[in-house]
């Protein structure tokens, strides 16, 4: 269904509706621009312990939080919107609010000033917020300076935008040293307001600010007019989440209480003098792995934590029964990836956590955000502050996927919010094999186990291509029957390789060969573990083959071997090149068959990519001393 433009416009930054105003196509390449101005950080304080009570013993919790906070935060925008504001972000519980100079101010002591006059303004109306028996109370940090506007991404056509800049680092300290009802000034704003205001010195120059001298008239920021040439540039700025609901018709039924795995992970390099390309390398070396793993990057967020990736995995459209181990996966692929872009001093960091929490849009028809907001997104935030160039979850999310990986037990930690416990920590050092997970379980009669003995005794004999299909639900036993099949061809001197689907890895193309070809690699020559090594291996045994030889580089598309390009394969693109890789890997397995009867296992074949399919069908075609045995659901 359409969704109106006054709806997407609400999810929106007014910095970003301002550049749609003047170019409303949507970004085609990264983009930059410099400014001075104020930022306000409101942070309401314990509402993630009244989230989690809500959602756990109110069936009704998630409207309930949706309510409130929708009341709470509809307050703090009015008043932002009043004195000159643009929400440029929700951080969870929390909002940061912009009064950029160039917008519409003449000076950054004007700026300054009237973001410390709404900060006073929303302590003063906001100070006996009730909700039930508990009130909501709100610290408040002001910083100012001088930022950079980075508009960031375009993996799938969407845009993040971040603020960035020296002010931020202020923020981090002034924070730390924040109060409940209280509006605590850095020391730059303070020398910007200190001659229009009052207030009470504290440590390192910064002042909890009690009153302005001063009288400005309230202005509120400009609204750029709403057009249908802005939709599509809109539409870049949101979350994928959000544009699916709203164009299901669901955009009053996004709030919901529902189990999450969130991610954090720290920005590697991204101080203020970032050079703008860098930054756009870092943001999308993690939405192209948050994609590739299905997971949402919820937030480029720009809280008391510096620049942080939020990513939550579960969210929908995009849930799976392994989200935990989604997240866990995509999380080893960043730590490797990401290591890149750090200095010898800084590291990667993440942390994972697991659990129940409220998920949805906040905020007004003037501006809202999609936010996942519990205790589980603040302890994963205290995880990756704790992470120290490692990767650590939590235990529920160790529970969920020890099935998929070893994990390292470490000391339980005390992290600020659970100082009446002690959190158990763990670190997942190593991804078990599929066949580590079976259990073993009998399927069917001995007439199964006979069909196999007569299988694979007629196979010898003939030398007929042969394919053996088992299917079977989950747990009924395939993966033993599998295994009785390499026991008995062993017995009769196959050689056997073997590879599995996965479900995380079903768009990842000839994902299930790739453990095949691994496999084959390690039968030729000597063991060796330098990719340069296995590759002149590998071309010693093809020397005999060299149209074979020739088509070596396309070999990267599924294993990193780095065999350079040549003459052949230059200019092989498209299909032509996906034909020629199908032709060198039935050439590979080709040369080995000649030389044992071989057998091919390949589990989980419901999870198959298009490419790996096009592979095994050509297998059963044309290999008649192999035995091709697939394993499906």
């Known amino acids: 269904m359409t969704v109106p433009l006054p709806i997407l416009a609400s999810y929106v930054p007014r910095l970003v509706i301002q550049r749609l105003e003047n170019n409303p196509e949507p970004l085609s390449e990264p983009r930059e621009e410099r400014t001075s101005g104020a930022l306000l950080f409101a942070d309401i304080a314990g509402f993630s312990r009244l989230a989690d009570q809500l959602a756990r013993d109110n069936p009704g919790g998630a409207e309930e939080l949706t309510a409130i906070l929708n009341n709470f935060f509809g307050h703090l925008i009015d008043h932002v919107v009043q004195h000159g504001g643009d929400v440029v972000k929700f951080a969870g519980d929390a909002l940061l609010a912009f009064w950029p100079v160039n917008c519409c101010w003449e000076n950054l002591t004007q700026a300054t000033l009237m973001a410390a006059r709404c900060g006073l303004e929303i302590q003063k109306q906001l100070a006996n917020y009730k909700v039930g028996n508990a009130s909501l109370k709100l610290r408040i940090s002001l910083v100012a300076g001088d930022f950079r506007i980075l508009e960031l991404g375009g993996v799938e056509g969407r ?59 309230e202005l509120p920021l400009p609204v750029s007019p709403i057009h249908p040439k802005m939709e599509a540039g809109l539409r870049a700025a949101l979350p994928a989440v959000v544009f699916h609901r709203l164009s299901a018709g669901q955009r009053d039924w996004m709030a919901e209480v529902r189990q999450v795995s969130v991610m954090f992970v720290n920005l590697p390099g991204m101080d203020s003098d970032v050079p703008l390309e860098r930054a756009q390398s870092v943001v999308t070396a993690i939405e192209r792995t948050v994609v590739q793993y299905q997971g949402n990057v919820n937030k480029l967020s720009m809280d008391d934590k510096g620049v942080t990736a939020v990513v939550v995995f579960g969210l929908p459209p995009m849930t799976h029964e392994d989200d935990p181990v989604r997240a866990i996966m995509a999380a080893r692929v960043l730590q490797a990836s990401l290591t890149s872009y750090t200095d010898k001093t800084a590291s990667v960091q993440i942390g994972i956590t697991t659990g129940f929490c409220f998920c949805g849009s906040v905020g007004s028809d003037q501006r809202r955000e999609y936010t996942v907001i519990g205790d589980t997104v603040n302890l994963a935030a205290r995880l ?58 009998t399927f069917g009669h001995e007439q199964h186990r006979n069909t196999v003995r007569h299988l694979l005794e007629q196979h010898k004999q003939t030398q007929d291509a042969c394919v053996l299909l088992i299917e079977g639900e989950a747990g009924i036993g395939k993966s033993r029957l599998s295994q009785f099949v390499i026991e008995e061809s062993q017995r009769r001197e196959y050689t056997v390789l073997s590879g599995s689907g996965d ?128 394993a499906t659901r």
């Open 384 to 441: 990756m502050q704790h992470a120290d160039n490692r990767l650590l979850c939590d235990a529920p999310t160790h529970t969920l996927a020890r099935y998929r990986f070893q994990f390292i037990p470490h000391e339980p930690i005390q992290v600020k919010g659970k100082e009446h416990k002690r959190v158990a920590i763990f670190e997942p050092v190593e991804q078990l094999a599929v066949d580590q997970t079976i259990q073993s379980v």
């Open 159 to 217: 845009w993040d935008l971040i603020l960035t800049g020296p002010p931020f680092i202020d923020l981090q300290n002034t924070d730390r040293a924040s109060q409940v009802d209280r509006v605590i000034v850095s020391p730059t704003a303070w020398s910007h307001l200190k001659a229009h205001c009052e207030g009470i010195p504290q440590a390192e120059g910064r002042v909890f600010l009690t009153k302005i001298s001063a009288q400005a008239d």
């Open 503 to 630: 479900s995380i890895e079903e768009s990842s193309p000839y994902h299930v060969w790739r453990s095949v070809l691994h496999q084959l690699l390690s039968r030729i020559g000597e063991q060796v573990e330098h990719p340069s090594s296995q590759v002149q291996q590998l071309k010693k045994w093809l020397e005999p083959e060299p149209k074979l030889r020739r088509l070596l580089p396309l070999l990267n598309a599924i294993l990193p071997l780095e065999v350079p390009e040549n003459p052949t394969t230059r200019d092989m693109v498209g299909q032509v090149r996906a034909d020629n890789l199908r032709r060198l890997i039935i050439g590979l397995l080709t040369k080995q068959a000649k030389q044992t009867p071989l057998l091919i296992v390949l589990d989980d074949a419901q999870w198959f990519d298009s490419a790996s399919w096009g592979i095994a069908r050509e297998v059963s075609r044309q290999l008649r001393s192999v035995v091709l045995v697939l």
